[in-house]
């Protein structure tokens, strides 16, 4: 099984990779969209900014050959918002592969809403197998991805009630960082890498 991690300039590249070696899986970091059709597992990682990191995703041309793509992707945090129609972060326009938009979080709390949170899990997936009701994962970030319900697997509170994992075929995300969260962050890892 081979994985593949999208490098494109605004993610936690190293932190992901870290994750996947502690987990004992083999991956490669991938900066040309040509190279995909070559793994079994595609993840999309993310830390930075709608409108600069879908820029580059354009440039390089990912941004037309990750939504062909048949085999399971996972993107996180920013790679999560990504995969939306829209961002009003910088109001990008962004890869139209789960419908709906990224909105910013409008609260009294505290924004970025950064530290560990609970997750409620909505509906059962291989995902998210093994893993407990209201886990806590670490979660960074100021928007949040507004969708169609029948996508959430997961759901934070936090001023508002936000969708923290979703699904759409074979497309996953999550909206806090499992490479960051401890015991059931890296559970999750695995269990995509045995989707």
């Given amino acids: 099984m081979k994985i593949a991690i999208i490098d494109y300039d605004t993610s936690n590249l190293q932190s992901v990779g870290n994750a996947l070696t502690s987990l004992g899986r083999d991956f ?20 930075g900014a709608a409108k600069p990191a879908i820029a580059k ?15 399971p992707v996972l993107g996180i945090c920013l790679g999560m918002q990504l995969l ?11 890869l139209s592969i789960i419908p709906g938009k990224v909105k910013k979080f ?31 994962f670490y979660f960074v970030h100021s928007y949040y991805v507004d969708t169609n319900p029948k996508y959430v697997i997961g759901q934070t509170d936090y001023g508002v009630t936000f969708l923290a994992i979703i699904q759409k075929q074979n497309f ?3 909206q806090f960082h499992p490479e960051k969260s401890g015991k059931w962050g890296l559970k999750l890892l695995s269990n995509f890498c045995d989707l």
């Avoid at 950064?114 to 806590?136: A, C, E, Y």
């Fill in 28 to 47: 490669e970091i991938v900066d040309s969209p040509k190279k995909l059709s070559a793994f079994d597992k595609v993840i999309l990682p993310g830390v």
């Fill in 57 to 71: 995703l354009k440039r390089v041309g990912f941004d037309k050959a990750l939504p062909k793509l048949t085999v």
């Fill in 84 to 94: 939306a129609e829209f961002s009003e972060e910088g109001d990008a326009r962004c």
């Fill in 106 to 136: 409008r609260t009294e709390l505290k924004i970025p809403h950064m530290g560990w949170n609970q997750v409620r899990l909505i509906k059962n997936s291989k995902l998210t197998k093994g893993i407990p009701d209201n886990s806590f």
């Fill in 172 to 174: 996953y995300a999550t």
